[in-house]
């Protein structure tokens, strides 16, 4: 499947924005998707996961703050980011793949993976 993200740009702290992640070239409703982040210098972490039927995973350190959803009749996922801090400033990327269980939360797993787009938070 062919992954497109898009929605980042530059925002002050505790400002919102929304990524979307549209998705080609694929049976969509059967994938889990992702995203991903790597700021400078740092490896690549995960942020946020749902599962085909809708079960959703989030790192920690965006709990309670970014809220990821899916619209499989747009072939679209959503990931929606409030209360926006620096440090979690960096280049997210949107992922899928088939597999079913185990932890949603390993970049190995994933097999599609959409081209970044950077998200920049000032203080």
């Known amino acids: 499947v062919q992954l497109q993200a898009f929605g980042g740009g530059l925002v002050q702290a505790g400002g919102s924005l929304r990524l979307s992640c549209a998705a080609s070239?694929?049976?969509?409703?059967?994938?889990?998707m992702a995203w991903f982040r790597q700021a400078p210098e740092k490896e690549r972490e995960f942020v946020a996961a749902i599962t085909r039927n809708g079960i959703r995973f989030y790192a920690d350190s965006v709990k309670g703050r970014f809220t990821l959803s899916r619209d499989n009749a747009k072939n679209t996922v959503y990931l929606q980011m409030n209360s926006l801090k620096p440090e979690d400033t960096a280049v997210y990327y949107c992922?899928?793949?088939?597999?079913?269980?185990?932890?949603?939360?390993?970049?190995?797993?994933?097999?599609?993976w959409g081209q970044g787009t950077l998200v920049t938070v000032s203080s």
């Open positions: 070239g694929g049976t969509f409703g059967i994938y889990a």
């Open positions: 992922a899928a793949r088939i597999k079913f269980g185990g932890n949603y939360n390993n970049h190995n797993d994933y097999h599609d």
